[in-house]
Structure formats: C-alpha cells, structure tokens
C-alpha cells in the first residue's frame, strides 16, 4: 500500500512542472502581415487594437486579446477559430469584411501574438 501511494505521489508531483503557455506557431512573419491586413481592412475604425490607427470604440477593445477565453462570446480563443470567425462572423454585429483566408490567419496570427497592454486586468 506504501509503494502506491509513493507512485501515486510521484506522478501528481512530476504533473505539476509549470509550462506556460504554448506560443503562437503562425511565426511573426504572419503577425507582422495581419498587423497590415488589420490597417488596411479598417479594423482600427471599430476596435481598439494596439498599434493600429484609429482606435474606435463600436466594438469590443481587442487589447490582451489573446488571454480571452473565447472569441464573441461563443468560440474557443485560437488563431485557427478566430481565422474563421474573421471569415464569417455571421450572428454578430460584426459586419463581414472582405477579406481573403491568408488576411483572416493573418489577423488572427497577429492578434494572438500582441504582447499584453498595462491595462491588462
């Protein structure tokens, strides 16, 4: 019974290593293209996006959007749901945008590699 428990005990213990976050595989190649995209697409007229020019205030702040939980209030947070929602954001607000699949990873790649604001909360 003591063998098991010192087994057992050893296995919570080797779980518990802190690993972080996995990083964005898209690369900053693609980060730095979506920046672009976000500029020329306009996204800046509705969102505040760090960086981009203007900061409007008709939807959501995508500050620190990478540690959000889920994308419109429905979707996992990850670059490839994103990438789609970006491509079809139908029953939301957002309108769709003309965009191609490179531009939506893009944007995706590039919001999910932003480093986080001071007004991180």
């Known amino acids: 019974m003591g063998v098991r428990i010192a087994f057992i005990a050893a296995l919570l213990l080797t779980g518990c290593e802190n690993v972080g976050i ?12 979506g920046r672009v995209a976000a500029e020329r697409l306009g996204c800046g007229a509705c969102h505040v996006i760090p960086g981009i020019w203007p ?9 620190n959007f990478r540690h959000r939980a ?4 429905r979707y996992a947070n990850r670059p490839d749901r994103l990438a789609d929602f970006l491509l079809d954001p139908s029953e939301t607000a957002m309108p769709r945008q003309p ?17 986080q604001s001071a007004n991180a909360r």
Do not use: Q
Not at 55 to 63: C, N, Q
């Open 70 to 73: 889920a994308i419109a209030g």
């Open 99 to 115: 965009m191609s699949a490179r531009d939506a990873a893009d944007i995706a790649a590039f919001l999910h590699s932003a480093p």
């Open 55 to 63: 900061a409007g205030t008709s939807g959501p702040s995508l500050e």
């Open 22 to 33: 996995a990083p964005n595989p898209a690369g900053a190649e693609a980060a730095a293209r």
